[in-house]
């Protein structure tokens, strides 16, 4: 039954997935049901002086190609996009499938206010985005180009009718159940027997004004640099972590999500695990919102919130802003830090499982349009039409010599 799945052109294939970092496209890799490649009628090939890398193979119902980047940036991005739209000219609809950093609170979701916390592991689907790097640097401000932002601010028709049924009870539902399940297909795949959820006590979100440097600790005392400027941080800071730097965890900011848990089994780290996979906390949460795109790693809770007040964005990453205006696109993240200072790789892999196992629930959903029947495929009809009728005159002429005893 694949092969009828299987595109016979190039130019078939209406969803591209593309990934930046090498943690993305592995969780991507692992989610896909079929990959056609090698020699032969598996070759798609690709346009001349098209630089790219490509795997095609399905996902559920729908033939995919999944495009590798080079690099991260919008430049490198806008790059890749150029080059995919030279080989596959029938994309409809691409997704930017990986890791980005999280807002902590959603403010445009006016539904539900547990739903507002944005968690490390969560998911977000973009509803449009914001190029925040894009404009001009004045003295006290950066200004965007308002021109520009018009271009990008929002995804076509067929997309926004798609993310409002998305976003509607059934399928946000279906969706949200789906994803744990894809997870342990990806759990279960050779190289993927350690991906776990790293646990709601590395789930560390710090008040904003709360930053990154060394701090007054038994081991290590406050550097000068970091001491004398309240907002300053050493070269040596940033490259350690928040134990090493002495980051204090009473500066947390409490999460009414995670707190459920930790009252729930009386703050008892052993039984806090066990609860995690009994009450699926490790089940991320979907948030739909406009997502801010630039060349910049967002490592500022303070222009984090800023930006996040001025554009009502919930998530920032670094790969989408190059492609959106060549394709219609969607950004489907995992969060794996929240944009401040204290990042650190802890989420990444679990965050990638996580969007990976979103897209696929996605594509789950996403209908493709019926097409017209192809020239060459009325072409091939008819020459099997033309056959079917040469051999039914060559039987009937047989026929009829065999019973008026004359040789054919
Ligand atoms: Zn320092
Ligand atoms: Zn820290």
Same mark, same amino acid.
Request: hydrophobic share 35%.
């Given at each position: 039954m694949a092969i009828l799945r299987r595109p016979y052109y190039r130019d078939d294939f209406e969803i591209a997935i593309i990934c930046a970092l090498k943690v993305e496209f592995d969780a991507v890799e692992a989610l896909l049901d079929e990959v056609w490649e090698g020699n032969g009628s598996h070759a798609y090939g690709k346009a001349p002086g098209d630089p790219n890398a490509y795997t095609t193979g399905l996902i559920g119902k729908h033939p995919v190609v999944l495009t590798y980047m080079p690099g991260v940036g919008k430049t490198i991005a806008g790059n890749v996009a150029a080059s995919l739209r030279s080989s596959f000219l029938g994309i409809k609809l691409c997704l930017v499938v990986g890791i980005c950093g999280g807002?902590?609170?959603?403010?445009? *979701? +006016? *539904?539900d206010e547990e739903d507002d916390e944005i968690l490390l592991g969560d998911i977000i689907i973009s509803t449009g985005i914001v190029e925040y790097d894009f404009g001009h640097q004045y003295s006290d401000q950066v200004v965007r180009n308002d021109n520009h932002k018009e271009i990008l601010s929002r995804p076509n028709h067929e997309i926004r009718a798609f993310l409002a049924k998305m976003g509607g009870y059934r399928c946000r539902t279906r969706l949200i159940e789906n994803i744990p399940l894809y997870l342990a297909d990806i759990s279960a795949k +050779?190289?993927?027997? %350690?991906?776990?959820?790293?646990g709601a006590d590395q789930d560390k979100l710090f008040e904003p %004004?709360?930053?990154?440097k060394h701090h007054t600790s038994k081991s290590q005392p406050v550097c000068v640099d970091c001491k004398d400027r309240y907002d300053a941080t050493c070269d040596t800071a940033l490259g350690l972590s928040c134990t090493e730097n002495g980051c *204090? *965890?009473?500066k947390q900011v409490t999460r009414k999500r995670l707190e459920k848990i930790k009252h729930a089994v009386g703050g008892s780290g052993a039984s806090l695990r066990a609860l995690e996979g009994e009450m699926g906390i490790q089940s991320p949460q979907i948030h739909f919102g406009a997502v801010a795109s630039g060349d910049l790693s967002m490592m500022s809770a303070y222009h984090r919130d800023k930006i996040a007040a001025q554009d009502n964005v919930i998530a920032f990453e670094m790969t989408a802003a190059g492609i959106w205006d060549a394709f219609p696109t969607v950004i489907i993240k995992g969060v794996c830090n929240y944009s401040d200072s204290h990042k650190n790789g802890v989420w990444e892999r679990y965050a990638a499982a996580t969007a990976a196992a979103c897209m696929k629930g996605f594509l789950r959903e996403w209908i493709t349009a019926d097409k017209p029947v192809r020239r060459d495929a009325v072409e091939v009809s008819n020459d099997y039409l033309h056959f079917m009728n040469l051999w039914s005159s060559t039987l009937a002429m047989i026929t009829q010599a065999r019973f008026s005893g004359k040789r054919p």
């Amino acid at each position: 039954m694949a092969i009828l799945r299987r595109p016979y052109y190039r130019d078939d294939f209406e969803i591209a997935i593309i990934c930046a970092l090498k943690v993305e496209f592995d969780a991507v890799e692992a989610l896909l049901d079929e990959v056609w490649e090698g020699n032969g009628s598996h070759a798609y090939g690709k346009a001349p002086g098209d630089p790219n890398a490509y795997t095609t193979g399905l996902i559920g119902k729908h033939p995919v190609v999944l495009t590798y980047m080079p690099g991260v940036g919008k430049t490198i991005a806008g790059n890749v996009a150029a080059s995919l739209r030279s080989s596959f000219l029938g994309i409809k609809l691409c997704l930017v499938v990986g890791i980005c950093g999280g807002v902590p609170e959603n403010k445009s *979701d +006016e *539904d539900d206010e547990e739903d507002d916390e944005i968690l490390l592991g969560d998911i977000i689907i973009s509803t449009g985005i914001v190029e925040y790097d894009f404009g001009h640097q004045y003295s006290d401000q950066v200004v965007r180009n308002d021109n520009h932002k018009e271009i990008l601010s929002r995804p076509n028709h067929e997309i926004r009718a798609f993310l409002a049924k998305m976003g509607g009870y059934r399928c946000r539902t279906r969706l949200i159940e789906n994803i744990p399940l894809y997870l342990a297909d990806i759990s279960a795949k +050779e190289g993927f027997g %350690t991906l776990r959820y790293p646990g709601a006590d590395q789930d560390k979100l710090f008040e904003p %004004t709360y930053i990154h440097k060394h701090h007054t600790s038994k081991s290590q005392p406050v550097c000068v640099d970091c001491k004398d400027r309240y907002d300053a941080t050493c070269d040596t800071a940033l490259g350690l972590s928040c134990t090493e730097n002495g980051c *204090d *965890d009473s500066k947390q900011v409490t999460r009414k999500r995670l707190e459920k848990i930790k009252h729930a089994v009386g703050g008892s780290g052993a039984s806090l695990r066990a609860l995690e996979g009994e009450m699926g906390i490790q089940s991320p949460q979907i948030h739909f919102g406009a997502v801010a795109s630039g060349d910049l790693s967002m490592m500022s809770a303070y222009h984090r919130d800023k930006i996040a007040a001025q554009d009502n964005v919930i998530a920032f990453e670094m790969t989408a802003a190059g492609i959106w205006d060549a394709f219609p696109t969607v950004i489907i993240k995992g969060v794996c830090n929240y944009s401040d200072s204290h990042k650190n790789g802890v989420w990444e892999r679990y965050a990638a499982a996580t969007a990976a196992a979103c897209m696929k629930g996605f594509l789950r959903e996403w209908i493709t349009a019926d097409k017209p029947v192809r020239r060459d495929a009325v072409e091939v009809s008819n020459d099997y039409l033309h056959f079917m009728n040469l051999w039914s005159s060559t039987l009937a002429m047989i026929t009829q010599a065999r019973f008026s005893g004359k040789r054919p």
